[in-house]
């Protein structure tokens, strides 16, 4: 079993920053990838990144591409979104993903066997 537990959520302005972490625990040596997902009200919950832990290959979502910034500490079983220039249609509930699968994609909620509750980001106009 592999426990996740987001942090760093928060109410922030449009243009401004910030930063969600992910602490991994448990049999963390067994996974191949993480990921951030988000769901905003009413909708479905969407994939934002991923990165591969062998690797430390990198994807995003069109919507947040050159603004988010995925990112691990193996050291400290620690996932990172760093998030600039934040827009009102960021605002939802941000979860973090691992994947036990070593040959997917990592683009979809199939591919992710763990799951974290959630952080709430707000982002005003």
């Known amino acids: 079993q592999v426990q996740l537990v987001e942090s760093g959520g928060g109410l922030v302005q449009a243009g401004a920053s910030l930063r969600l972490s992910c602490a991994a625990s448990?049999?963390?040596?067994?996974?191949?990838?993480m990921g951030w997902f988000r769901q905003a009200p009413g909708k479905e919950r969407e994939f934002v990144a991923r990165?591969?832990?062998?690797?430390?290959?990198?994807y995003y979502a069109e919507s947040v591409r050159g603004r988010f910034t995925i990112s691990t500490d193996n050291a400290k079983n620690t996932l990172y979104l760093q998030m600039n220039s934040l827009k009102p249609e960021d605002t939802a509930v941000y979860y973090c993903?691992?994947?036990?699968?070593?040959?997917?994609?990592?683009?979809?909620?199939?591919?992710?066997?763990?799951w974290g509750q959630g952080t709430q980001v707000t982002v005003s106009s």
């Open positions: 448990g049999r963390t040596f067994s996974n191949y990838a």
């Open positions: 990165i591969t832990l062998s690797r430390g290959s990198t």
């Open positions: 993903a691992a994947s036990v699968s070593p040959y997917s994609p990592y683009y979809t909620r199939g591919e992710y066997n763990y």
